[in-house]
């Protein structure tokens, strides 16, 4: 493989190179003892302190620190997973529609910027578990933002961007005996990032956690669980869709407390489908979130064990009915709401007990719906959505609001906004639809995959829909943006408006009987806000194809910092800018008052 070419960051059909293909988020055991416990042997974790240096822009990084010769030991330590911004380098910055770095340079989706483009070059030593030895390994980055280049002993192994969903990487070729040198530049804005423009803090660096992974000579890389549900509710079917490499058996079984639903063995080869029929299944829903057991153990062709895979099952029916979405024959209705992946303390890396208490807060609240707004999460809360009963709107990570706001305001033509008909952008962004959907496929907390979050209309987000429609038959699709523009109407398969008044809903589905209405956004729940709310939750009980919304938002987005006494306070964006505001020339003031773009302050 050729070396890494800084060039191709600015590029937007330069997105993925080295990159392994998307897979589901199952995780793999040694053993149903290693299953039980839920510690695998098969992976080493790569988190902890790492070694680090900070540079204002790529041009400042240090040349050739990727090589085995150059020692990086005497670098600063930083934690992984962590934002930079929360580690001392660069501050946090929250922007809303304008892009983040308007203001800084004039520049446009050609282009990245140059002079302020935070790069943050990593280093970690580690030498091979001994059980991995003389086996395939390989590094899975399962969060960097928005943008990583990976050097393993001065090789170059890959790059990968999309900031919300996994890189994983092939080391084998690269590995030596004793000490390994594995190095990494993530950047802060890539040509992706101008379809990363959602409405919150702007962050960097390696924010998930890191680890490596062996595999047997029989494995399965990639498991599709369709648990299809008969109208009657009576019948069903287990679906499974297995890509294996090697060749041996599987031993599957599906129960639960009481009762055995699947006990079989089948062969495998490199893609095995299976369909074995269910009576009488027990039904998920947000109210009766019941999940059964499913284990998968793996044999190779002399008969050994080789893995052990869990996962958890969940029946349910979710399908349009009469333009009204039902779930196991009922009406639904979404008492939902936006929540942002978000600790006070540590920015987007939030810790178990925080993600925990947020499902408890919500559950004891009546909440029994999120949008992921507006990336893929962690896969730790999709698990727990199974578990206690939320469903999700799970949004795809495209927004590029900074680029069609001039265009909403009637300053440019629809043709500026990104990605719109643009096939530059065209497989950068149905890589984020896979990619979003082949790691999620098989929680059934997920009822609809949303296409992004504010990004106008177009060509390439109607294929983006497309493409989750082929890849999913059984779930529905939602983009909210086609209310900004009709030309791709059956973009989304319901209407989704953000904050309409109730008389705008009544008159909008007396003109439209369609489609169902959601408010994907509404009652914003900052400040002195929710007036009136009473009469949303009323109209669920007399439109019946008013079928709920989600709240803006969950909880504010806010940083705990101390003031100069020393006391603790809740900082919002303005109070996190140590900064000196920058001198604007007059051309660069007549390009931001023609793009409806705010001044921002910039690094010192």
């Known amino acids: 493989m050729p070396d890494f070419n800084y060039e191709q960051v600015k590029n937007p059909q330069y997105y993925a190179e080295g990159r392994m293909e998307a897979h589901s988020d199952h995780v793999c055991y040694a053993d149903t003892k290693e299953a039980a416990a839920k510690k695998t042997s098969l992976r080493y974790s790569l988190d902890g302190i790492w070694k680090f240096h900070y540079a204002r822009n790529f041009d400042q990084t240090i040349r050739g620190f990727q090589q085995p010769d150059y020692d990086c030991r005497p670098w600063d330590d930083i934690r992984v997973p962590a934002h930079i911004q929360m580690e001392g380098y660069d501050i946090p910055q929250y922007a809303n529609v304008q892009y983040p770095w308007d203001g800084r340079e004039e520049i446009w989706t050609d282009q990245i910027p140059s002079e302020f483009n935070p790069t943050a070059s990593y280093v970690k030593y580690f030498t091979l578990p001994r059980e991995f030895e003389g086996n395939p390994v390989y590094i899975s980055f399962q969060g960097a933002e928005s943008g990583i280049a990976l ?5 170059f192994v890959g790059y990968s961007e999309d900031s919300f969903t996994p890189s994983d ?8 005996e004793g ?4 190095a990494a530049c993530v950047f802060k804005w890539t040509s992706g990032s101008w379809c990363e423009d959602q409405d919150f803090y702007r962050f960097s660096g390696i924010y998930r956690n890191v680890f490596l992974y062996t595999v047997p000579k029989t494995h399965i890389w990639d498991l599709k669980t369709e648990p299809v549900v008969e109208p009657d509710l009576v019948h069903a079917d287990l679906k499974l869709t297995l890509k294996t490499q090697g060749t041996g058996r599987v031993h599957i079984k599906v129960s639960d407390k009481s009762r055995v639903l699947i006990d079989e063995t089948a062969a495998l080869s490199a893609q095995t489908t299976l369909s074995y029929p269910v009576e009488h299944p027990q039904l998920w829903s947000a109210e009766e979130p019941y999940l059964y057991d499913m284990l998968l153990e793996v044999f190779d062709e002399s008969e050994n064990l080789t893995e052990v895979i869990p996962q958890k099952i969940g029946f349910r029916r979710f399908e349009m009915k009469d333009g009204i979405m039902c779930i196991n024959g009922k009406r639904i209705v979404f008492k939902g709401v936006n929540r942002h992946e978000f600790s006070s303390k540590t920015g987007r890396v939030v810790s178990d007990t925080e993600l925990l208490t947020d499902i408890i807060t919500m559950k004891r609240n009546n909440i029994n719906a999120i949008r992921t707004c507006h990336y893929p999460d962690d896969s730790a809360i999709y698990e727990l959505c199974d578990k206690y009963g939320l469903y999700l709107i799970a949004e795809n990570n495209l927004e590029s609001h900074g680029s069609w706001d001039a265009v909403e305001r009637g300053l440019d033509a629809p043709e500026t906004a990104v990605p719109e008909n643009h096939e530059e952008w065209l497989g950068a962004m149905l890589d984020r639809v896979n990619s979003c959907y082949q790691r999620d496929k098989n929680h059934p907390s997920i009822l609809i995959w949303s296409c992004g979050n504010e990004s106008y209309g177009g060509k390439v987000i109607y294929e983006m829909s497309e493409l989750f429609r082929k890849l999913d038959p059984h779930r529905l699709v939602h983009y909210e943006g086609v209310f900004q523009d009709r030309r791709y109407n059956q973009t989304s ?19 439209h009987p369609d489609k169902p209405f959601i408010c994907c956004e509404y009652t914003h729940a900052m400040g002195n806000s929710c007036g009136g709310m009473h ?13 709920g919304g989600f709240i803006w938002d969950y909880i504010d987005q806010s940083i705990l910092k101390k003031n100069r006494y020393g006391e603790p306070f809740q900082a919002y964006g303005g109070d996190l800018e140590n900064v000196r505001p920058i001198t604007i020339s007059a051309e660069m003031g007549l390009y931001m008052e023609k793009n409806a773009m705010s001044l921002q302050k910039c690094r010192k």
């Open 151 to 155: 050097w393993l002993n001065g090789r």
């Open 169 to 176: 990487f092939e080391l084998t070729p690269y590995l030596k």
């Open 179 to 182: 000490e390994n040198k594995l």
């Open 493 to 511: 398969d319901m209407e989704s408006q953000m904050y309409p008044s109730v008389e705008a809903i009544q008159n909008f589905l007396q003109e």
């Open 535 to 547: 009469k949303y939750t009323d109209l669920t009980d007399t439109e019946p194809r008013y079928q």
